[in-house]
């Protein structure tokens, strides 16, 4: 990406520009601890190499030899394999950011990224955490309570009970009022994990009682909350970024393409939106950023009815997201330097009149799974590895041929982010890419991705979150 980045009309215009003013305060943060592994801390690494800000990766035994390793200032061993034993072992974290004596904790996403308790164990320490305050980690990761300030700035959300459920007369009083289907989740489940669907009265008392049980375990929180089941549905989200004053948004990114409420291709602009409905979107994100007082990078996800072309807020992920690079690509705004000069005290030096969106970027995630075997994860060693390359192509990624893929994390190994001025440009570059593309050793998802991409279902944009689901029944 490069001749077609947008203008955002500040010192820098190119792609990957980050907009702050021409004489901007000196970064409070001189130095930071990466909390993460694979192509976010290579990310996260490679933002601080271009600000001139020392990284420091905390890192696993499994990915001692790993390139971001190899990349950063400095890296420290934190821990085993295991991440409850390294990178979500919240005490080794902080314990290695006071010995290294950085300024600030990147926790990338995933692993510490959402966990309150580690955000105030940081703000304890003196150490800056890159990200929003714990409170608001905290409000926002209980799905009871984000409905709820959702609802106090005017954010639509979908109609079910307004707080938690607690006993069996509570969810038939829902149930009598929302009407069958309707859907049982629980107040901290996140991932997909979590959810019932209640067909029928019969059923409610026995699902209320099992989905509460499953998320003490789960979660450790058995609270549960009841919202109307929408079955024909997108799953649409809008990227925003605030320095506590200031709020952004840089339009939506359509995540309907999943499998088991699992993200695979994420793409900007949405297929479906029209002007009135994307300013709607945006206006709902940044007010309830507004209401509760947000900083930094966060991603506002609603689900839209495409029976009704109403939409709701479901969620707020407070941290970059998987998908952040498509938000990038269709605005020219590099995220993860303004997290980490947002964190340093210096402020968003534009207004979101100057934010353009241009173009259409999809994404690919790449995950070392057999599409064949029910996407099962398989771990291996890369005997052969080429990116793609080409105009309007983006590949994140820690891997190189001989590495060898741990099979104690994520199974995702890259990401293959396409730009293109239409859709369909971004859609036929996309397939040109996978095409490129050579991971040996290993059986990833690229193949599948491209047989998705080629359906007419895709190319119409007219599709739900059951899209995938259809077609792999149909496929053999």
Sequence with gaps: MAEHAASVAVSTTSAGSTPVGPNPPASTVK????????????????????????????????????????????????GPARANSSYRNAHAV???????????IHPGYGFLSENADFAAMCE?????????????????????????????????????????????AEALAVASDVGYPLLIKAAAGGGGRGMR???????????????????????GDPSVYIERYLTDIRHIEIQVISDGTTVLHLGERDCTTQRRNQKLIEESPSPVLDEELRAGLAEAAVSLCHEVGYKNAGTVEFVFDNISR???FIEMNTRIQVEHPVSEMVSGIDLIKLQLQIAGGIPIAITQDDVRIDGH??????????????????????????????????MDTHI?????????????????????????????????????????????????????????????????????????????
Excluded at 94 to 104: F, I, P, T
Excluded at 363 to 389: L, V, Y
Aim: proline share 5%.
């Design 310 to 312: 109403e939409y709701y």
């Design 124 to 168: 304890q320490e003196g150490v800056t955490f890159i990200g929003p305050a714990s409170d608001v980690i905290k409000r926002m990761g209980d799905k009871i309570e984000a409905k709820i300030i959702a609802r106090r700035a005017g954010v639509p959300t979908v109609p079910g009970s307004v707080g938690a459920i607690a006993e069996y």
């Design 400 to 476: 190189d041929t001989g590495y060898t893929i741990p099979p104690f994390y994520d199974s995702m190994i890259g990401k293959l982010i396409c730009w293109g001025q239409t859709r369909d440009e971004a859609i036929a570059r996309t397939i040109r890419a996978l095409d490129e593309m050579v991971v040996d050793g290993i059986i990833t998802t690229a193949p599948f991705h491209k047989k998705v991409l080629e359906t007419e279902r895709f190319r119409s944009g007219d599709f739900n979150t059951a899209f995938v689901a259809e077609y792999l029944s149909t496929t053999p």
């Design 31 to 78: 130095s930071v601890l990466i909390a993460n592994r694979g192509e976010i801390a290579l990310r996260v690494i490679r933002a601080c190499k271009e600000l001139g800000i020392k990284s420091v990766l905390a890192y696993s035994e499994a990915d001692a030899d790993s390139l971001p390793v190899k990349l950063a200032d400095q890296a420290v061993c934190i």
């Design 197 to 219: 669907v209640v067909q029928a009265a019969e059923t409610l008392e026995k699902d209320l009682q099992e989905i509460m049980s499953e998320a003490e375990v789960a979660f």
């Design 94 to 104: 902080v314990g290695a950011a006071l010995a290294y004596r950085v300024d600030a």
């Design 361 to 394: 970027a999809i994404e690919c995630r790449i995950n070392a799974e057999d599409p064949d075997r029910g996407f099962a994860p398989g771990p291996g060693t890369i005997s052969s590895f080429r990116a793609p390359g080409g105009f309007g192509i983006r």
